[in-house]
């Protein structure tokens, strides 16, 4: 059974940093790709970075280029997303999502809230 549990989340004020993580099991994580979404309340899902399977390319939504950085650990089968100078418009939840093909898992989400 697969499955892709993300922790890390919580309630951080502007200008702070969260390190999300997104731990997955019952699958060859190394033929993924990764990517994590947010959904904030009232909008739509949306992608936010996105990671090749060996880890060696990345893309970001404009929105977070300079800001976040996605990276992997193919022996731990995780994928995290450093989010540093944290904006009140990045609270949402964060989902990670494993790609091969047409095959695609999702994680369950975690909280981000930016707020003072």
């Known amino acids: 059974q697969v499955q892709l549990v993300e922790s890390g989340g919580g309630l951080v004020q502007p200008g702070g940093s969260l390190r999300l993580s997104c731990a997955a099991s019952?699958?060859?994580?190394?033929?993924?790709?990764m990517n994590w979404h947010r959904q904030a309340p009232g909008k739509q899902r949306e992608l936010v970075a996105a990671?090749?399977?060996?880890?060696?390319?990345?893309i970001y939504t404009d929105s977070v280029k300079g800001r976040f950085t996605v990276s992997r650990d193919n022996v731990e089968n995780t994928v995290y997303l450093q989010m540093n100078n944290l904006k009140p418009e990045d609270t949402a939840v964060y989902f990670c999502q494993a790609v091969n093909g047409l095959e695609t898992y999702w994680g369950q989400g975690t909280q981000v809230t930016v707020s003072s």
């Open positions: 019952g699958l060859t994580f190394s033929r993924y790709a």
């Open positions: 990671i090749t399977r060996a880890g060696d390319s990345s």
